[in-house]
């Protein structure tokens, strides 16, 4: 990535040139019930030209308080700033409001996490770039306007020209933190500061953010200053990484360095949670994520397990051309315009023991999918067999005796418990509600489960807030096993956690279908903890199955051009493949709307062998 | 958008014909009969007999209802017992006098409840945070009657500033008019302003906390255009339905402030007319009042629409 023709890019670390930026034990403190509590103490680095430097770290270790520190846009009652950074020669900390408005945007820019909620939803894209250029400059209005397409083309943006009216909500996500980028870039930074900013995207869709970021650190000749919590990226684009736990900068070093001879027990522990794409080759079973102790370093390298899978019986779950579909309504009399084609013929078995991925990105239908079959949403067609049931022709009190077993685990473990109940009562709920069990004999056998998950019995008592996230997400699958389910869907139920918890629930997932003989729907967005914890995989696009077969195959040998796109695209944490692009086009995902009386064509497959069976694309 | 307000005004028709069913069935349903009301004190049957023919009141209740409907479709909505003038009439004489009184109530709130809001929510938990709350909580909880009748005591009683009453139309004598408007707006606006104060708060409050207002501060703007372009513009959304729904408040409390101030306006003509059992009166009044409590709600959404550009989208 670097251009030979820029001597300040050809040596990114060199010390002849000043750093752009410079901090020095830098402590930030909030005002948390009238005490000032540090949550970022004593953090020192340098960002030099032209350099990308990460700053990696889980949820609450203070990354992104360090860069709103640097920009000064934490609330100014409630948090304190000290120490010294020193912005292209000038002491942030020290300026007056005024001038500080002039320094953002201007010596530093900032991209976030949200692009979704970043952008202001009533002004036009156009005047949200054009702003950042008239706020700091003496342009004219057109000047301006002729700079903000100029812009937008450079962050690839296609018919740039005439998206300048357009609102925000009529992007889609990648193309808002395209706009973001462009909105950065309006007044030349020598910084950019991007906190998270592929977090919320897909993960094709983040292949081409990182690409842009990469080519426009070329073109302007800008250092970055990258926050992120995923060590794939940062193995991707930084040269040099500040690893942060619990407020303090533990270990900073090339990114080369950090990953293969990181000293800190934390670093080392972070690194081997984090899901590799690749890791399984040779391993037929699921695997348990290796531990290391966070404290001391020792680590525990996890040992196979035997197959749980039962394929002598029939499938505990069957589902034929299941097909769910959302009308779009529209007009004085609310027509029928078109429909979203959500989920489209799909069809396929679930044995006790097993594990099977519903993998895609956003709008795929794997979802809904799994809604489907707990009929949270009503199908349009197909057939689902429950332990010989048929779920889509039940009435209302056999619905409820079919969800005893079927139960579901959600992304968001936050809102997923009600805030008012003790977890107590949440586990004990459902068990109380069939009837299964008097209130005493519920109890029981909530504190049992939570023993189960990893918590104490005496902690029902308390509340969802005392809990975090992933000791809520615990809680969560212990409310999923209160019934005795046969079939777990799990949504997106690790996606929210940090690497290291995000391995802790998948080991516990794991040990639960080994001692229950628990069947899982493990529906993810995330190549990589898939082919660590399923046996088997169905790769979604557009409402259909496109791939499906065991792990071992549609891993090693995927024969679908997107299942092909989507495993290019995860970032893998080995620093070696830093500079790599992939020269992703900027296409956007492809939605599947389509108009009333559409006909989706019969699709035809192919058997690859061993029950790996590939969609014949046309 | 056109085929969002046509269908807004769609809905609005069996609105309309619930309200009519409602109002006409209410006063059958009030004690007292306008008839012996009329008749005076002979009570003479014959009398008695000629006026429920005239009224039409031996029909069976759905065909006085249709015909009563039927009328007032046509702009008929019959003729005052007490003053035999049309009731149209009557409610286009007294119209004007309340929409000057909301319109200036309205201007009074937006004035002083936008302003106090936004101010509240930037300098949220400081002392004046807390002043504007204790100046709204106390604007909600002092009764109109009272505010009324101590600032006439006060104002016009002891600093003869401006008058206690005699209202002039505003197209005859538009300064004098305005003058004795200017209490009871104020009055009226009050308990408006506090509301309004309140939900600025909190819209202000979430928004000033959104993402995007990071990012305007993060690209240099000034805190001034951040709060005042960035955040208001979004706030106001929730306002603006809010707004439309104060004005059926605003038309319950003229009632009784056109009271205090013996202004001859849509709220005196009601009480005059309940308190002398005229039926058509009241059902004119009180089914106008609903059209123009509909049409508010109308135009809200409409400005809603037009304001948010991601509703606009969804047309």
């Not at chain 1, 008239?134 to 057109?142: E, L, M, P, R, V």
């Not at chain 1, 008097?438 to 998950?453: G, H």
């Not at chain 1, 998948?506 to 190549?527: K, R, V, Y």
């Not at chain 1, 169905?538 to 199955?545: D, K, P, S």
Request: hydrophobic share 45%.
């Amino acid at each position: 990535m670097k251009n030979p023709i820029d001597p300040l890019l050809s040596k990114p670390a060199s010390a002849a040139s000043a750093p752009v930026l410079s901090v020095s034990d830098l402590t930030t403190s909030f005002l948390i019930d009238g005490i000032w509590k540090p949550v970022v103490r004593n953090v020192s680095f340098e960002v030099a030209p032209g350099e990308t430097v990460a700053i990696v770290g889980e949820s609450g270790s203070g990354k992104s308080v360090t860069s709103l520190s640097i920009m000064r846009l934490l609330a100014k009652r409630s948090s304190r700033i000290e120490g010294c950074v020193m912005l292209n020669g000038r002491d942030v900390l020290s300026l007056p409001e005024k001038e500080m408005q002039q320094v953002r945007g201007n010596d530093a820019a900032m991209i976030f996490q949200e692009p979704m909620t970043s952008l202001n939803p009533i002004f036009t894209i156009g005047r949200q770039i054009s702003e950042a250029l008239t706020c700091h400059g003496d342009i004219s209005k057109i000047e301006a306007r002729a700079e903000t397409i100029r812009l937008l083309e450079k962050v690839r943006i296609p018919n740039a020209a005439s998206r300048f009216e357009d609102y925000p909500h009529q992007f889609s996500g990648g193309m808002r933190q395209r706009v973001m980028i462009a909105m950065a870039l309006a007044s030349k930074p020598k910084l950019l500061i991007a906190d998270e900013p592929t977090t919320a995207l897909d993960v094709t869709i983040q292949g081409q953010i990182l690409d842009l970021i990469k080519l426009l650190q070329e073109e302007e000749a800008m250092s970055v200053l990258f926050i992120t919590h995923d060590m794939g990226v940062v193995a991707e684009i930084a040269d040099r990484t500040i690893v942060m736990f619990k407020g303090e900068a533990i270990e900073t070093g090339t990114t080369e360095d950090i990953f293969h001879k990181g000293k800190h027990p934390y670093t080392r522990a972070l690194l081997s949670a984090v899901p590799r794409l690749g890791s399984m080759t040779g391993h037929k079973w699921p695997l348990r994520f290796p531990t290391v102790d966070a404290a001391t370093g020792a680590r525990i390298e996890p040992i196979e397990v035997a197959d749980t899978v039962d394929r002598r019986t029939q499938p505990i779950l069957k589902v034929e051309n299941l097909t769910t579909r959302f009308d779009i309504r529209d007009g004085l009399f609310s027509r029928k315009i078109g429909a979203v084609h959500a989920v489209e013929s799909v069809s396929f078995e679930l044995f006790q023991g097993e594990t099977l991925a519903l993998v895609g990105e956003s709008g795929c239908g794997k979802s809904t999918t799994g809604r489907s079959i707990t009929r949270l949403v009503e199908p349009n067609a197909g057939k689902v067999d429950l332990d010989g049931r048929n779920v889509l022709s039940l009435g209302t009190s056999e619905l409820r005796e079919m969800r005893r077993g079927i139960q579901m685990i959600f992304q968001d473990p936050f809102a997923s418990l009600n805030p008012r109940m003790t977890i107590g009562a949440t586990i004990a709920e459902p068990i109380v509600e069939h009837g299964i069990g008097k209130p005493t004999q519920a109890r029981q056998k909530a504190a049992d489960l939570l023993e189960r998950v990893g918590l104490n019995a005496d902690m029902m008592t308390r509340y969802p807030h005392e809990f975090s996230g992933g000791q809520r997400q615990r809680i969560c699958i212990a409310r999923a096993l209160a019934l005795d389910p046969k079939v777990i869907v799990a949504d997106e139920s690790v996606s929210a956690l940090d690497v290291s918890i995000k391995a802790q629930v998948c080991n516990l997932l794991m040990d639960l279908q080994q001692s229950l003989q628990l069947a899982f729907l493990f529906i993810s967005h995330d190549m990589a903890v898939v082919e660590r914890v399923s046996h088997r995989v169905a790769v979604m696009y557009l409402g259909e199955i496109v791939e499906i077969g065991p792990r071992e195959s549609v891993f090693g040998n995927p024969q679908h051009s997107y299942t092909r796109k989507l495993m290019a695209a995860v970032p893998v944490p080995d620093p070696a493949r830093r500079g790599i692009k992939r020269n992703l086009k900027a296409d956007e995902l492809k939605s599947p709307v389509r108009p009333v009386g559409y006909v989706p064509p019969t699709p035809n497959y192919r058997n690859v062998g061993s029950g790996h069976i590939v969609r014949i694309e046309a | 958008m056109y085929s969002y307000i046509a269908k807004r005004l769609l809905v609005a028709i069996p609105t309309l014909l619930i309200i009519s069913v409602f109002v006409f069935s209410l006063q059958k349903l009030l004690p007292g009969d306008p008839v012996l009301a009329m008749a005076g004190e002979e009570r003479d049957p014959q009398v008695i007999e000629y006026l429920r023919e005239k009224y039409r009141l031996n029909d069976p209740v759905p065909i006085q209802y249709a015909h009563w409907l039927g009328s007032a479709l046509q702009g008929d909505l019959g003729i005052s017992l007490r003053t035999n003038l049309p009731v149209l009439t009557l409610v286009g004489q007294k119209l004007p006098v309340t929409i000057q009184l909301a319109i200036m109530s309205m201007i009074f709130a937006f004035a002083i409840g936008i302003p106090m809001g936004i101010l509240a929510a930037v300098k949220k938990n400081t002392a004046l945070d807390y002043i504007a709350n204790v100046v709204a909580l106390s604007g909600l909880s002092i009764p109109n009657f009272w505010l009324g009748i101590m600032l006439i005591l006060l104002v016009s009683v002891n600093l003869g500033w401006l008058p206690a009453s005699g209202y002039r139309p505003f197209f005859e004598d538009p300064l004098n008019s305005i003058k004795t408007m200017l209490m009871p707006a104020f009055v009226l606006g009050n308990a408006l302003a506090a509301t309004l104060m309140r939900h600025t708060r909190s819209a202000m409050l979430s928004v000033l906390s959104a993402d995007y207002i990071r990012t305007a501060r993060a690209k240099g703007l000034s805190e001034r255009k951040v709060v005042l372009e960035h955040s208001f513009r979004n706030a106001v959304l929730p306002i603006v339905t809010l707004s439309a729904l104060l004005f059926g408040e605003l038309l319950a409390g003229a009632v009784l402030t056109e009271q205090i101030f013996t202004i001859p306006g849509f709220g005196k003509l009601i009480v005059d007319a309940v308190f002398t059992r005229d039926y058509a009166v009241v059902q004119g009044v009180v089914l106008c009042t609903a059209i123009g409590f509909i049409l508010m709600n109308l135009i809200a959404d409409v400005l809603y629409v037009v304001l948010n550009p991601r509703m606009r989208a969804n047309l």
